[in-house]
Every structure is written in structure tokens, then in C-alpha cells.
């Protein structure tokens, strides 16, 4: 077979989940069966790969997928349980108190509490922390959703204090014969602390612009206008939320390196940007809200909403009401930045490992302690306690509730994850892996403009692997070669892996092992496609931005790079603005 003919077919898997999932608006759990038969097939027939090396990767696809469903299950369980206590009543209301507009709170719970929580912990905690909050606030079920998958994008490079670039770029990287000949003398930890400068810069120069996007996206499609022009009526408070984190997120990598950028940044921009909104400033002068529940479109709706959300327990003070998710960021801070705490959570005797599955050479693991489940069900427990929940008997419902809920998202993500883990270790003695084959053929057609398009490649490793992480060891060698290929050097290079990172980042708001697990936090099922289809915009922006300002900073100095970065950003902006126009056209229409 030819180079194209393999091209073509390693596209297959990824072309039925975009076809049935966004195009046709199928189920997840149908379309990852049917792209996981796919992906078997084409691995065994044409590809050549050993059975047993499928048969491993989809039991270690399964192990995963448990984990993510441990995680979803903590998720729920918390909040259910801070419902059931009546904190939620608490919190909701001291939000009103900072601003009841919907746009401010998705700005500092889904932006900046989000980006804490994945500088802390990553691997889709926020969206399992923070969709759930933002819903027991009163945002419909998809928004809070679409929210929390759009700010999975510039946090995620450095979330769970570093992982994507310590171990992702690190182990694509370190130790190859090719980086060590093209940086000569230059020690590997110095380069790749040179990659997190440049990855925390590009992101800044891409992510600010991020909660006004995010903005636009909530007001266009759940707003009652359904109007892009009434998110961009926050644009002071976003812009000004937007800098608050990346700045510092920027100046804690040029200082500290991968570790803390996201958890840091995200801290520093609470405590500028909730003070700033209490004394009113950048506020918007209109207040957006949702329009009433009772006409909300039933595809909106997640079956955490079907009771009310804010719970049934006695008011509290506001302190009280916080304490679980205080105590929630200092536990995943703990557990991943105390070297001593660390070790004892991640060490061999409490972790669960499958060796060499089938004789494969592909191993699974589970170290339930380290998990973020863990974590979530340590806190729903210790709020029973602190919550006086002892005089009630709903703490029982609250388990069944929660077990509920995530078994509904089980079958999707049972099928994703090994669908995944096949395609990446679709490797035989004739062929490299799929992905790296699609890779290939990208950067044969674009040759000298290879750094446009290598965000691209990073978001399809993410949206393919679900994880910034494993994208990153898939690609970073691949695109340092590539970099290497077209005469870049070892500054080149580190962009071209720069760019890799980011793009793996913004790949996140789109995979679909994250918009399963998102949405079963908050009990919506069978909507992905349409969370994928609007997620879609947001990620294009972030990946074409990335790629014409590395292609600015390789061409070094000012250049024309620069200008086009800036035009298609603008471009962004007023296409949506323009949509408006012709929104409003069409309502007119109508109505006459």
C-alpha cells in the first residue's frame, strides 16, 4: 500500500468521531464502539500490529478509564453532598454577592478557580470541580460544561504542578541522539526549561483573550438573545481577568520553570480579581443572566438539575460553606507538591499494576491514592462531619445519587479510552504508530511552514490521547526532528516543541474523554457532539493564534508574522460580532 493509502487510514478512527459525534450528533458510547472496531481493524489488517500488543492497550484503555470514572465519581459525590448540607445555598448567594452577573462568575469560578484547581491536579479535575459549582450556581448543565472544557487550554501546559513538560516533553525528548547532537553542549535541563518560558509566553499571548471568548460562547448560545455582542459587553472585566493570570503565570515560568505557573498565576488572579469585582471595577454596566429555567431547552438540562440545585440543609456561615473545596485545593496541593507526601501516595506498595499485559510489553496502573477521587471522597466525608449532615438520613441518597451518575458516563468512557490506546500503540515492524504516521504526512505537504501547523498536531495528540501529557510524549520528538529537518536549530526547535505543548493544551477543550467526563459530572449525557461542534471555535482561535506567533518568534525580531497573528485575532472578534448582525437578520425575518 501506498504512503497515502496508510495516511488516509490512520485518519479513519479520528474521521468516524468527528462524523458521528459532531457532524451527525450520534452518542458517544455508539460512536466509540464503532471507532474502537474501526481502529482494532485497521490496526490488525493493515497496519500488522500484534494482537496481543491490542488486546494490552485496551485493557490498560480500560484501567484508565476507571480512574476517570473515580474521579467523576468523587466529583459528584461532593457535590451532592454540599447540596444536601445546604452550603451550595451559601456559596451561590455570596456570589450574587460579588456580582450576580453570570458572565463575572464564569469568569472567576470557571477561569481562575478552574486554573488553580489544574495547576494543582489537571487530568480534567476542573471541569469535574468547577462545572458542578458553576451548575449549583444556576448555570444551565451544557454551559457550565462548555465553560470549564474552554479554559482547559492555557492552565493546562503546567497543570498538575508541571506534568505535561517534566514528563511529557521530557520523556519524548531526553536521552535521543538527535537533541543531544543538535544542542551540543547545552544541558538538556537548561533547553527544556527554555521550552516552559516559551510555552508560558505563547499561551499569554494567545489565553488572555480566553474568559472574553468564553464569555461570548455562554451569552451566544444560552443567552436569551443568543447574542456573541452581550458577552463582548464584558470585555473590560475578561480582559482585565485574562491578564490578571496570565501575566504572573507567565513571570513564575521565566522565574521558577513548569511547576507552578498555573497555580500560582490562577492564585495571584484571584486575589486581585474578586477584590476588584467586589469594589465594582470593570464591572459591566448591563447584567447578563440567564433567562428563566422554565425555558430552558431540555437538551441544556443535566440530571443533577432536575431537583433544586441549591440543596435542602440550613443556611451557613461563609466560611463553613467554602471549607470542603478550601480543604480540596490544599489536599491536591499537597499531594503534589510535598515530595515526602508524594512519594508515599504514588509509591509501589498502594499502587495497582498490570505488567506486561498479554506479553505486549504495555503495563496498566492505578494509584488510587493519588487520584483526585480520593481526595473528593475524603473531603464529602469530612463535610458530614463539619456540616452537622449527622442529624439527617440523606447522606445515603447522596452515594446512590452519585453512583448513579457516573455509571451513565461509564459506557462512553470504557470505549473511548481503549479506542485511544489502540491507535497509540498501533506500532508493528512495518509501521510506526498512527499518529505518527498522520504527523508525517502533514509535514511532508507543509515543509518550511511546518510551525504554523505544529500546534495542529499537538491538539490532535490531545484530542486523540485525552491528555496534554501523553500528546506530548508522542510528538515532542517528532517535532523536534521535523524542526531539525527545516534547518530551525536548537532555538528553532524549542519553539517548534513550544508550539507542540500549546497546541496539546488547547487540544483539551474537544477530546472526547474530557467532554464525557465533564458532562457526566453534571449529569449530561448524549450531548457531546454539540459541546465538541462549540468547543470547536475557541480551539481553532487558540491553534492558529499559536502557530502565526511561532512563526513570528522563529523568524525573530518584528515581522510580518507578528501582524498576521494580530489580524487573525481581530478576525475572530468581529466574525463573531458579525454573526450577530446576521442572527438578528434572521429573528427579524422571522417574527415578520
Same mark, same amino acid.
Given at each position: 500500500?501506498?504512503?497515502?493509502?496508510?495516511?488516509?487510514?490512520?485518519?479513519?478512527?479520528?474521521?468516524?468521531?468527528?462524523?458521528?459525534?459532531?457532524?451527525?450528533?450520534?452518542?458517544?458510547?455508539?460512536?466509540?464502539?464503532?471507532?474502537?472496531?474501526?481502529?482494532?481493524?485497521?490496526?490488525?489488517?493493515?497496519?500488522?500490529?500484534?494482537?496481543?500488543?491490542?488486546?494490552?492497550?485496551?485493557?490498560?484503555?480500560?484501567?484508565?478509564?476507571?480512574?476517570?470514572?473515580?474521579?467523576?465519581?468523587?466529583?459528584?459525590?461532593?457535590?451532592?453532598?454540599?447540596?444536601?448540607?445546604?452550603?451550595?445555598?451559601?456559596?451561590?448567594?455570596?456570589?450574587?454577592?460579588?456580582?450576580?452577573?453570570?458572565?463575572?462568575?464564569?469568569?472567576?469560578?470557571?477561569?481562575?478557580?478552574?486554573?488553580?484547581?489544574?495547576?494543582?491536579?489537571?487530568?480534567?479535575?476542573?471541569?469535574?470541580?468547577?462545572?458542578?459549582?458553576?451548575?449549583?450556581?444556576?448555570?444551565?448543565?451544557?454551559?457550565?460544561?462548555?465553560?470549564?472544557?474552554?479554559?482547559?487550554?492555557?492552565?493546562?501546559?503546567?497543570?498538575?504542578?508541571?506534568?505535561?513538560?517534566?514528563?511529557?516533553?521530557?520523556?519524548?525528548?531526553?536521552?535521543?541522539?538527535?537533541?543531544? !547532537?543538535?544542542?551540543?553542549?547545552?544541558?538538556?535541563?537548561?533547553?527544556?526549561?527554555?521550552?516552559?518560558?516559551?510555552?508560558?509566553?505563547?499561551?499569554?499571548?494567545?489565553?488572555?483573550?480566553?474568559?472574553?471568548?468564553?464569555?461570548?460562547?455562554?451569552?451566544?448560545?444560552?443567552?436569551?438573545?443568543?447574542?456573541?455582542?452581550?458577552?463582548?459587553?464584558?470585555?473590560?472585566?475578561?480582559?482585565?481577568?485574562?491578564?490578571?493570570?496570565?501575566?504572573?503565570?507567565?513571570?513564575?515560568?521565566?522565574?521558577?520553570?513548569?511547576?507552578?505557573?498555573?497555580?500560582?498565576?490562577?492564585?495571584?488572579?484571584?486575589?486581585?480579581?474578586?477584590?476588584?469585582?467586589?469594589?465594582?471595577?470593570?464591572?459591566?454596566?448591563?447584567?447578563?443572566?440567564?433567562?428563566?429555567?422554565?425555558? *430552558?431547552?431540555?437538551? *441544556?438540562?443535566?440530571?443533577?438539575?432536575?431537583?433544586?440545585?441549591?440543596?435542602?440543609?440550613?443556611?451557613?456561615?461563609?466560611?463553613?460553606?467554602?471549607?470542603?473545596?478550601?480543604?480540596?485545593?490544599?489536599?491536591?496541593?499537597?499531594?503534589?507538591?510535598?515530595?515526602?507526601?508524594?512519594?508515599?501516595?504514588?509509591?509501589?506498595?498502594?499502587?495497582?499494576?498490570?505488567?506486561?499485559?498479554?506479553?505486549?510489553?504495555?503495563?496498566?496502573?492505578?494509584?488510587?491514592?493519588?487520584?483526585?477521587?480520593?481526595?473528593?471522597?475524603?473531603?464529602?466525608?469530612?463535610?458530614?462531619?463539619?456540616?452537622?449532615?449527622?442529624?439527617?438520613?440523606?447522606?445515603?441518597?447522596? *452515594?446512590?445519587?452519585?453512583?448513579?451518575?457516573?455509571?451513565?458516563?461509564?459506557?462512553?468512557?470504557?470505549?473511548?479510552?481503549?479506542?485511544?490506546?489502540?491507535?497509540?500503540?498501533?506500532?508493528?515492524?512495518?509501521?510506526?504508530?498512527?499518529?505518527?504516521?498522520?504527523?508525517?504526512?502533514?509535514?511532508?505537504?507543509?515543509?518550511?511552514?511546518?510551525?504554523?501547523?505544529?500546534?495542529?498536531?499537538?491538539?490532535?495528540?490531545?484530542?486523540?490521547?485525552?491528555?496534554?501529557?501523553?500528546?506530548?510524549?508522542?510528538? !515532542?520528538?517528532?517535532?523536534?526532528?521535523?524542526?531539525?529537518?527545516?534547518?530551525?536549530?536548537?532555538?528553532?526547535?524549542?519553539?517548534?516543541?513550544?508550539?507542540?505543548?500549546?497546541?496539546?493544551?488547547?487540544?483539551?477543550?474537544?477530546?472526547?474523554?474530557?467532554?464525557?467526563?465533564? !458532562?457526566?459530572?453534571?449529569?449530561?449525557?448524549?450531548?457531546?457532539?454539540?459541546?465538541?461542534?462549540?468547543?470547536?471555535?475557541?480551539?481553532?482561535?487558540?491553534?492558529?493564534?499559536?502557530?502565526?506567533?511561532?512563526?513570528?518568534?522563529?523568524?525573530?525580531?518584528?515581522?510580518?508574522?507578528?501582524?498576521?497573528?494580530?489580524?487573525?485575532?481581530?478576525?475572530?472578534?468581529?466574525?463573531?460580532?458579525?454573526?450577530?448582525?446576521?442572527?438578528?437578520?434572521?429573528?427579524?425575518?422571522?417574527?415578520?
Amino acid at each position: 500500500m501506498t504512503d497515502t493509502l496508510f495516511f488516509l487510514l490512520a485518519c479513519l478512527p479520528i474521521a468516524l468521531v468527528f462524523l458521528l459525534l459532531v457532524v451527525l450528533r450520534w452518542s458517544a458510547k455508539l460512536t466509540m464502539a464503532i471507532a474502537y472496531a474501526a481502529t482494532v481493524l485497521v490496526a490488525l489488517l493493515a497496519w500488522g500490529t500484534d494482537p496481543a500488543r491490542i488486546a494490552g492497550a485496551s485493557v490498560n484503555g480500560v484501567v484508565t478509564a476507571v480512574n476517570v470514572l473515580y474521579i467523576v465519581f468523587g466529583a459528584i459525590l461532593l457535590l451532592f453532598t454540599l447540596q444536601e448540607s445546604g452550603a451550595i445555598r451559601t456559596i451561590r448567594q455570596g456570589f450574587i454577592a460579588i456580582s450576580p452577573d453570570r458572565r463575572v462568575q464564569a469568569i472567576i469560578i470557571a477561569w481562575l478557580f478552574g486554573s488553580l484547581i489544574e495547576g494543582a491536579s489537571g487530568f480534567g479535575t476542573p471541569a469535574a470541580i468547577a462545572a458542578p459549582l458553576l451548575v449549583a450556581i444556576g448555570f444551565p448543565a451544557m454551559a457550565a460544561v462548555l465553560a470549564t472544557l474552554i479554559i482547559q487550554s492555557t492552565p493546562v501546559s503546567f497543570g498538575a504542578v508541571g506534568t505535561p513538560i517534566l514528563v511529557g516533553v521530557n520523556t519524548g525528548l531526553s536521552n535521543q541522539p538527535i537533541v543531544g !547532537s543538535v544542542l551540543g553542549g547545552m544541558p538538556f535541563s537548561d533547553y527544556l526549561f527554555q521550552v516552559a518560558v516559551n510555552v508560558a509566553l505563547v499561551h499569554a499571548l494567545v489565553g488572555f483573550l480566553i474568559p472574553l471568548i468564553m464569555v461570548c460562547m455562554i451569552t451566544r448560545f444560552f443567552g436569551e438573545r443568543r447574542s456573541f455582542t452581550e458577552g463582548f459587553g464584558a470585555w473590560k472585566f475578561a480582559l482585565f481577568g485574562g491578564i490578571a493570570f496570565t501575566l504572573p503565570y507567565y513571570a513564575v515560568a521565566a522565574l521558577f520553570g513548569p511547576e507552578f505557573p498555573s497555580l500560582l498565576g490562577s492564585l495571584i488572579g484571584l486575589m486581585i480579581v474578586i477584590p476588584a469585582a467586589r469594589a465594582g471595577l470593570f464591572l459591566p454596566k448591563q447584567v447578563f443572566d440567564f433567562p428563566h429555567k422554565s425555558t *430552558w431547552e431540555d437538551a *441544556w438540562l443535566g440530571a443533577v438539575q432536575k431537583d433544586d440545585p441549591t440543596g435542602h440543609g440550613e443556611p451557613m456561615p461563609m466560611l463553613r460553606a467554602w471549607t470542603p473545596y478550601v480543604i480540596v485545593a490544599l489536599l491536591l496541593v499537597a499531594s503534589r507538591a510535598i515530595p515526602m507526601v508524594k512519594s508515599f501516595l504514588t509509591s509501589p506498595d498502594v499502587t495497582i499494576k498490570f505488567t506486561n499485559l498479554f506479553g505486549s510489553g504495555i503495563s496498566a496502573s492505578s494509584q488510587p491514592l493519588y487520584l483526585p477521587g480520593t481526595i473528593l471522597i475524603l473531603v464529602s466525608l469530612i463535610t458530614y462531619v463539619i456540616h452537622g449532615m449527622g442529624r439527617t438520613r440523606s447522606y445515603g441518597k447522596v *452515594w446512590a445519587m452519585s453512583g448513579k451518575t457516573m455509571v451513565a458516563a461509564a459506557p462512553a468512557l470504557l470505549l473511548a479510552v481503549p479506542m485511544v490506546q489502540v491507535f497509540i500503540n498501533s506500532a508493528s515492524a512495518l509501521h510506526p504508530s498512527m499518529p505518527l504516521v498522520l504527523a508525517g504526512g502533514v509535514s511532508d505537504v507543509v515543509g518550511g511552514m511546518w510551525p504554523v501547523f505544529a500546534p495542529t498536531i499537538g491538539a490532535l495528540g490531545a484530542f486523540i490521547a485525552g491528555s496534554n501529557t501523553i500528546s506530548n510524549m508522542m510528538f !515532542s520528538l517528532f517535532q523536534f526532528s521535523a524542526a531539525e529537518q527545516i534547518g530551525l536549530g536548537a532555538a528553532g526547535a524549542a519553539i517548534v516543541v513550544t508550539l507542540q505543548a500549546v497546541g496539546g493544551a488547547a487540544g483539551n477543550m474537544i477530546c472526547v474523554h474530557n467532554v464525557v467526563a465533564a !458532562s457526566a459530572t453534571v449529569g449530561l449525557v448524549n450531548r457531546e457532539g454539540d459541546l465538541i461542534a462549540k468547543a470547536l471555535l475557541p480551539m481553532t482561535y487558540y491553534v492558529v493564534a499559536a502557530g502565526l506567533y511561532g512563526m513570528a518568534l522563529v523568524a525573530g525580531g518584528f515581522n510580518g508574522w507578528w501582524i498576521a497573528a494580530v489580524v487573525w485575532t481581530a478576525s475572530v472578534l468581529a466574525a463573531m460580532a458579525l454573526s450577530d448582525r446576521r442572527q438578528t437578520r434572521r429573528l427579524a425575518t422571522a417574527a415578520a
